[in-house]
C-alpha cells in the first residue's frame, strides 16, 4: 500500500539548499588548486602568472618534442604497466586465496598484505632501499617495477576481495563437479564474474604505480627518471611552465580512469544482480 507524498517544509527546502551550497563550496575549494593549473599549461608567457600573457601551446610542444619529458614519460609507462600487470596477477591470486582459507591468523596475514598502503611512504622507500641495495636491484628497473608492484597490489587485493563477497562458490564447486580443471573454472567460471572487481583494481594499481615519485627519488637511476620525478626535479631546481601541460595530461588521465572505474562499477552491479536473480 503507498503512502501519500508528504510536502516539503520551509526548514526541509532551506536544510537541502544549505546542504548542496555547503557541498560546492568544499568540492570548489578542494578542486581549485587542481583547476588553477590547467589555464597555466596554456599561457604564452615564461612564467607561471595570472593574468595571462596570451594563449599558446608551445608548452604542450615541448612536453612531446623534448629530450627529457619523453624518455620519463616512457619510463613512467614501462614501469606503470609492468607494476600493474604484476600486481594484478599477485593480488588476484592473494585474494582468491584468502577467500577460500580460513584459519585463525588470516587477519594478521591481510593486514600484511595491505601495509604498504598504511605505512607512511618515506618509510617504505627507505626500507625498500636497504632491502634492494645489497641485491644489486637499486638504479635498475627490476628493482623499481618490483617496488611499485609491492605498493600497489593492496589496491587490488582490496577490489577483488570485495567483489568475491558477493561470489557464489557453489558455480565453481559445480565446474568442478562437472569435470573442469581448476584452470578451466578460473577463466570459464569465476574470473569473468570478478573481472570488474579485477579490472579496477589494475587501473588503481596503474595510477599509484604512475604518480610515486618517493620510491622512485630513493632507488632509480637517471636512466629510470619517471614522469613525477623529472616534475619533482623541475620544480626543485627550476620551475619550467612545461609542469603545468604534464600535471594538465596528468588530470586528464585520472579522469579518463575516474571514468573507466565509473563504468565498472555500473557493470559490477549489473553482474552482481544478474547472479542474485
Known amino acids: 500500500m503507498s503512502t501519500a507524498h508528504q510536502p516539503t517544509t520551509a526548514s526541509q527546502t532551506i536544510g537541502t539548499w544549505v546542504t548542496w551550497t555547503l557541498g560546492v563550496l568544499v568540492l570548489f575549494f578542494l578542486m581549485a588548486p587542481i583547476l588553477a593549473i590547467v589555464p597555466l599549461s596554456f599561457s604564452s608567457g615564461n612564467f607561471l602568472t595570472y593574468p595571462l ?42 585474494s582468491l586465496g584468502l577467500n577460500r582459507a580460513n584459519f585463525p591468523m588470516k587477519p594478521l596475514v591481510m593486514g600484511l598484505l595491505l601495509s604498504p598502503m598504511i605505512v607512511p611512504m618515506i618509510i617504505t622507500a627507505v626500507g ?72 579496477s583494481g589494475a587501473l588503481f594499481a596503474f595510477a599509484t604505480s604512475f604518480d610515486e615519485v618517493v620510491v622512485a627519488l630513493m632507488i632509480a637511476g637517471p636512466e629510470q627518471r619517471t614522469l613525477p620525478r623529472e616534475m619533482f626535479s623541475g620544480i626543485r631546481e627550476s620551475i619550467n611552465p612545461t609542469i603545468t601541460a604534464v600535471a594538465t595530461v596528468l588530470i586528464l588521465t585520472s579522469i579518463v580512469l575516474l571514468c573507466c572505474l565509473e563504468a565498472l562499477r555500473r557493470r559490477g552491479e549489473r553482474l552482481t544482480a544478474g547472479q542474485k536473480a
Open 53 to 94: 600573457p596570451g594563449l599558446s601551446l608551445r608548452w604542450y610542444e615541448e612536453l612531446l618534442t623534448s629530450d627529457k619529458w619523453i624518455p620519463a614519460l616512457r619510463n613512467s609507462m614501462i614501469v606503470g604497466t609492468s607494476a600493474t600487470t604484476a600486481a594484478t596477477i599477485l593480488g588476484t591470486l592473494a
Open 128 to 199: 625498500v632501499y636497504f632491502f634492494f641495495a645489497p641485491l644489486g636491484l637499486t638504479n635498475s628497473y627490476t628493482g623499481l617495477i618490483l617496488a611499485h608492484t609491492a605498493l600497489a597490489s593492496p589496491f587490488v587485493i582490496i577490489t577483488v576481495s570485495a567483489t568475491l563477497q558477493h561470489f557464489d562458490m557453489t558455480m565453481a564447486r559445480a565446474a568442478a563437479s562437472l569435470g573442469a580443471p581448476p584452470m578451466t573454472t578460473f577463466f570459464r567460471v569465476i574470473l569473468p564474474i570478478i573481472l570488474p572487481g579485477v579490472a
